[in-house]
């Protein structure tokens, strides 16, 4: 088993407000198309292709109020998930300027392009979204609520060199209330009651949430079965501050464990992407939102190498993860076959920020896309 330890992430966004990964959008195929990525972004909602939609828990706010710092009253404080998320996303979803004017206000590690001399497209459309200040104004906003303490812990098994589970399981130090109207069942775990959720007709992919008046837990994944969910349910705690998987058999049987702050994935990083060819069948995004590479595997993906590293092919959505520099994730997609893609993945390299594909192609809020 290969442990990564994303322990340097965790203490610089030990105070960021961050928040878990909603289970029915965290178990959405990462294939969507170009199309809906590239609307997304320019709406100002920078998502993860992972599954990194956001939603309430893992320390939220901040840690105190600070003299410069509007104060809130304690109604104003979230008590359970769905007033977090509310909160959060009012905060997060109001009008910002959020896009990079230039190229040159992109990080080198972050601006890549693929190399001219490659088969891919012309790059047509480029553009970045900086949310290295949405941790602040969160902070600010809520800075007399308490901090909710969560992890995210990332446990994923391969096979033959093909991805045969991948589960995440979160914990939030924040009161469970259950979503009656996404339960499609309810498990008996005990004296626990484990409300269950399925993902796509005919699929594995399973969400399960549980908890109680100060502690809210969920197990995302697939395959799992009711019996996995029950024993998780059943065992689960945090010990020393972590939670401790160590005693789940699908903790024991995974190749690859990461523990993570479940962050919102629009906090505290910052995304670059460049898009090739007139109908954008070529895509290429750079973030820095998580710093494990596992952290967006899913069942049937292929580990692969680009330039030596471990990375993750989906031939059938036409998309491979992998990453280029520390804490930097990169992910190509397009309408090729899994082979065309790794070839144009190997010609990706850092570009100037006068580059003159990039200039060209660089567009800012208003601009025709």
């Given amino acids: 088993m290969t442990t990564h330890d994303d322990d340097s992430l965790a203490r610089a966004l030990h105070e960021v407000p961050v928040a878990q990964q909603r289970p029915r959008e965290l178990i959405e ?3 969507r198309t170009l199309r809906r990525r590239h609307q997304a972004s320019v709406a100002g909602v920078a998502v993860l292709v992972a599954g990194a939609l956001a939603v309430p828990s893992m320390e ?3 840690d105190g109020p600070t003299s410069d710092a509007p104060t809130s009253t304690t109604e104003q404080c979230p008590d359970t998930h769905e007033d977090a998320e509310r909160q959060i996303n009012e905060v997060l979803g109001q009008p910002a300027d959020t896009f990079v004017p230039d190229p040159a206000g992109v990080p080198d590690k972050l601006r890549l392009l693929w190399s001219e001399r490659s088969n891919a ?3 047509e459309t480029a553009n970045a979204h900086d949310h290295t200040d949405a941790s602040s104004e969160l902070a600010s906003h809520y800075a007399s609520c308490p901090v ?23 914990y939030t130090e924040i009161a469970y209330e259950p979503d009656q109207d996404l339960t499609e069942r309810v498990l008996d775990a005990g004296s626990t009651q484990v409300s269950i959720r399925h993902g796509e007709p005919g699929k594995d992919r399973v969400s399960a949430d549980w908890g109680g008046d100060n502690e809210s837990w969920s197990v995302v994944g697939y395959p799992l079965s009711d019996e996995e969910i029950s024993t998780l349910a059943a065992s689960v705690e945090v010990t020393d501050g972590e939670v401790d998987v160590s005693d789940w058999s699908v903790s024991a049987e995974a190749d690859h464990v990461a523990r993570l702050p479940a962050l919102n994935s629009a906090v505290g990083g910052m995304m670059y992407e460049v898009f090739g060819g007139d109908d954008r069948s ?6 820095t939102y998580t710093n494990t590479l596992w952290s967006r595997a899913s069942v049937g993906d292929r580990v692969v190498e680009i330039a030596g590293d471990p990375a993750l092919l989906d031939a059938d959505d036409g998309t491979l993860h992998w990453q280029p520099d520390e804490g930097v994730t990169a992910t190509l997609s397009g309408e090729l076959d899994g082979e065309q893609l790794m070839q144009i993945a190997e010609t990706v390299r850092p570009v100037s920020g006068d580059d003159a594909r990039l200039v060209r192609s660089w567009k800012t809020p208003g601009e025709e896309r």
């Avoid at 070529?282 to 973030?287: A, E, S, Y």
């Fill in 29 to 31: 195929r990462r294939g």
């Fill in 60 to 62: 939220l706010f901040g």
């Fill in 121 to 123: 497209p012309a790059p």
């Fill in 148 to 170: 909710f303490a969560g992890q995210r812990v990332v446990l994923v098994a391969v096979e033959d060199g093909v991805v045969s589970r991948a589960v995440s399981v979160y």
């Fill in 282 to 287: 070529l895509g290429l995004r750079v973030d």
